[in-house]
Structures are given as structure tokens and as C-alpha cells.
């Protein structure tokens, strides 16, 4: 079959990988927990030995889920247009990051300011915190997204994604050329060559900072990621190699791992400007995904069920809640004192058994399935029938404008809080309960309580 029309015909190793990618991190935040590096809060036990364990999945995980990701794209493309593409990736990926940004990260973010800088809690501290944090000098530092940011890199992507698609042949004529120059060895080779170099020649100016306008180095790892993962849909030879090496894969990687934690380790590690460190990484991060694409492609590709059906759907929702859950529950168990070993099998179980939680319950919610991911509850997938909206018996319009309605709800409410503390002089949100802004004191009290009054009736 051309490549311009590949297969659609389901990939399950492919969700297997993203399944397993998304476990994986989970695992691994739960890590950072013990780690030394800087994140939201930390146990009480912390291990300087982590900085050497993060390296078994943090090289590879977040590249190879991003070039699953293209692949997953490439799939939504068949029978359907650049437009509708569009609108599939808005519908499926803006919800969840506006509900995340404004319901879930800040209680991470809460619980952090409490955590390290001495922020009041309760009701009343969490109130000012979420004023302080969408005031107009709040929102002028930047909404904080936290683990979301990985939403919005996969909606840019995507953008940039679809754009090179509509490009007659384009997508065909890059991957064309990836068939024919990765044949062989040069599978293993020439990726590696290419993440060698931007280690090398990026990595040192800008690092990785999940900031989407200064992250050049993160692009050129992430981006080329998605397009490749993209691109190879349908290339049976790039699959075929892979299968082919992913044990002499399998080997390098485990020769590579050793190495690079001991250059973490070692204090000459960064020697001769990290060009040595840059290789082994490079090495480690292309061998250790090639190794899972080949093994997933030759046992998983045809190895469906409902197990996997249910894990596809829920990991959306887990991801979007996981990070949440893990971080209150830090803030909860940490005064016990419960040794380490016991306190990680704790969290691990919390954050696992929470999201799931999570994804059960809102699953079975119609209204607010979008929010988290979901496909609509009559099973239609994403993107939507345009014309199939456009006319009169078109089924559960009155829905989705009422969704939109309630989605446009809290965003109102925030406005209307800004504004308020805009019209109320010396208002401070560290001393002064939220509802002083409706009250008699206030200059313009009917900001606040006639905003706060339509939101309601919004998400009503």
C-alpha cells in the first residue's frame, strides 16, 4: 500500500508503549518526591542516589511518548481533512488544559506556596491563593501549568504538524527520505548522531525549560520527535529495521545506562565541555527507543483486548489528575514520618488508585467527559461529523452549547474576581477574606457579586 495512503488498521503496540509511557511517569514523579533536584514538595527522606535512578526512563520516556504521539496524529488523518483534524485536536486536548489550569494545577501550586513559603491554608488561604494567582499581576507572570505543559507542546506540535500535511506530498517526500536513509544500521546511527549534536550544540544554552517560546532544545528533540513518529506511519521498512536491531538496541542501551550514571556520579563526568556525557546520553536515549518500538512491533502490534481498551481510554484522566492527587497526598502523609520504603508504596498506591478513582467517576459524566479527554458518551469519535452539525436534526447541539456555557463559567468568575480587586483599593488577598469584595466596604461591591452571581447561574 502507497505511503501516502498507509494502513489504518489499529497499531496496539503502539498504545501499548503510550500506556506503559504514561505509567512510567507517574512512577517517576513519584521519584522526584526523593529526588534532589527541585520540585513541589519533597518527603522528609530524600536520597542523593536518585539523581542517578531518574536516568533509567528520563532520557527516553517524554521523547519516545511524543513521537507516539505523531504516529497517534498520522492515525486521525485517514478519511479525514486538515480542518477536521483541527478541530479534533482542539476539542480533544483545549478543555482538559483551560480545566487543568484553572481547577487542577492550583492546588498544586497552593500547596507548594504552604510548602515553601508559608502560604495560609484552609479555605480562606487556598480563596486568596486563587486570587493572587489569576489577579492581574498573577496572570501577568504567566498561568502556571505544571505537568500540562506537555498539553500544550502537543497542540503546538500539532498545529505545526498539520500545516507541513497540507502541504501537498511533503509529509510523503520527508518520509521518503527517512526510508531510504534509515536502512540498515543508519537506523541506529544517524538519530543518534543527530540527538549527539543537539545535546551538544543546544542543550548547554537553553537546557529544557517547558516554557513553549524559549525552549529551543526541547523542540528540536520533541518536535522532531512527533513529525518523525508522524512520518514513518505506513513505512513498513523503518519497522521492519527496528524489529531487526532492537536487541543489538536492547544491548547498547544496557551498556550505555551504567555509563551515564556514572559521569552523573563522577565528578569528571562534565569533563571535556560534556561532550562525552552528551554522547553516552545520545546513545542511551535513541538505543533504548528503537529497543521498545522493535520489541512492541513485533509481539504487540496485533494484541488488542479489553484490558488495553480500557487503559487507552483512562490515560488521559490519569495523567491529567495524577500529579494533583500525588502532591496533596504528599502534604497529607508527610507529617506520619513513615519510613521511606513504606511512604512510597503509599503514594504510589494513592496516586494510582485515586486517578483511576478519578477517571471512574468521571467517565460516567456526560458533561464533563470533555474536560478530561473524553470522547462524547455515544462512542462518536472525534472529529465531529461538520456537516452532520450543520443540519437541523443534528443530535445534542443544545449539549455542547450548554457545555460550552459551563466550561466559560469559571473563566468568568476569575475575570470578574481580577476586575473587582482592580475597583477595590488596597485590597489585600493575604489579610481579606475573597467575599469582601461583594461587601460593604467594597466601592463597587456589584462587580463581584453580580459576576459571581451569572457565573453561577452559568455552571448551573
Do not use: C
Not at 480500557?310 to 519510613?339: C, D, G, K, N, S
Amino acid at each position: 500500500m502507497p505511503p501516502s495512503a498507509p494502513s489504518s488498521a489499529r497499531r496496539y503496540d503502539l498504545d501499548w508503549i503510550r500506556v506503559g509511557a504514561f505509567g512510567l511517569l507517574i512512577v517517576y514523579h513519584v521519584g522526584l518526591v526523593y529526588g534532589v533536584y527541585g520540585w513541589h514538595v519533597h518527603s522528609v527522606h530524600t536520597f542523593e542516589w536518585m539523581r542517578e535512578a531518574i536516568l533509567i526512563t528520563n532520557p527516553w520516556r517524554l521523547t519516545l511518548l511524543f513521537l507516539v504521539s505523531g504516529a497517534a496524529l498520522r492515525f486521525m488523518t485517514f478519511r479525514r481533512t486538515p480542518r477536521q483534524v483541527a478541530r479534533a485536536r482542539f476539542e480533544r486536548l483545549v478543555p482538559p488544559l483551560l480545566f487543568g489550569a484553572v481547577v487542577l494545577v492550583p492546588i498544586q501550586s497552593w500547596i507548594e506556596a504552604m510548602d515553601k513559603a508559608g502560604w495560609p491554608n484552609g479555605l480562606a488561604g487556598y480563596a486568596a491563593w486563587m486570587v493572587r494567582e489569576f489577579s492581574f499581576s498573577g496572570l501577568a507572570d504567566g498561568v502556571p501549568v505544571n505537568h500540562l505543559w506537555f498539553i500544550v507542546y502537543i497542540a503546538a506540535y500539532s498545529v505545526v504538524t498539520i500545516l507541513l500535511w497540507r502541504r501537498p506530498g511533503l509529509i510523503d517526500r520527508i518520509g521518503a527520505w527517512l526510508e531510504k536513509s534509515l536502512v540498515g544500521p543508519r537506523l541506529l546511527i544517524l538519530p543518534i548522531l543527530y540527538l549527539i549534536a543537539i545535546r551538544i550544540l543546544l542543550f548547554p544554552w537553553f537546557g529544557v525549560t517547558n516554557v513553549l517560546h524559549w525552549d529551543w532544545y526541547n523542540h528540536a528533540l520533541s518536535l522532531a520527535a512527533f513529525i518523525f513518529g508522524f512520518s514513518i506511519v505506513g513505512r513498513e521498512s523503518i519497522w521492519r529495521d527496528m524489529e531487526r536491531y532492537r536487541w543489538v538496541a536492547l544491548g547498547l542501551a544496557a551498556v550505555a545506562l551504567p555509563i551515564m550514571m556514572a559521569q552523573v556520579w563522577h565528578p569528571g563526568g562534565r569533563a571535556f565541555w560534556g561532550v562525552p556525557k552528551a554522547m553516552v546520553y545520545g546513545l542511551d536515549q535513541w538505543a533504548t527507543i528503537v529497543a521498545i518500538l522493535g520489541f512492541g512491533s513485533r509481539h504487540l502490534r496485533s494484541r488488542g483486548g479489553p484490558v488495553l481498551t480500557y487503559l487507552t481510554e483512562a490515560t488521559f484522566p490519569l495523567y491529567l489528575a495524577h500529579q494533583t492527587i500525588l502532591v496533596a497526598a504528599v502534604w497529607i502523609i508527610r507529617p506520619a514520618h513513615l519510613p521511606a520504603g513504606l511512604e512510597a508504596l503509599s503514594l504510589l498506591l494513592i496516586t494510582f488508585l485515586g486517578s483511576f478513582a478519578v477517571y471512574e467517576v468521571v467517565k460516567r459524566i456526560p458533561a464533563i467527559r470533555p474536560l478530561w479527554g473524553l470522547k462524547p458518551a455515544d462512542g462518536r469519535p472525534w472529529p465531529l461529523d461538520l456537516e452532520a452539525l450543520r443540519r437541523p436534526a443534528a443530535r445534542y447541539h443544545r449539549r455542547r452549547r450548554l457545555l460550552a456555557v459551563g466550561i466559560a463559567a469559571p473563566l468568568l468568575a476569575l475575570t470578574v474576581v481580577a476586575a473587582a480587586i482592580a475597583a477595590y483599593p488596597g485590597f489585600d488577598n493575604a489579610t481579606q477574606y475573597l467575599s469582601e469584595l461583594g461587601g460593604s466596604t467594597a466601592q463597587a461591591p456589584i462587580i463581584f457579586n453580580g459576576g459571581v452571581f451569572i457565573a453561577g447561574i452559568m455552571a448551573g
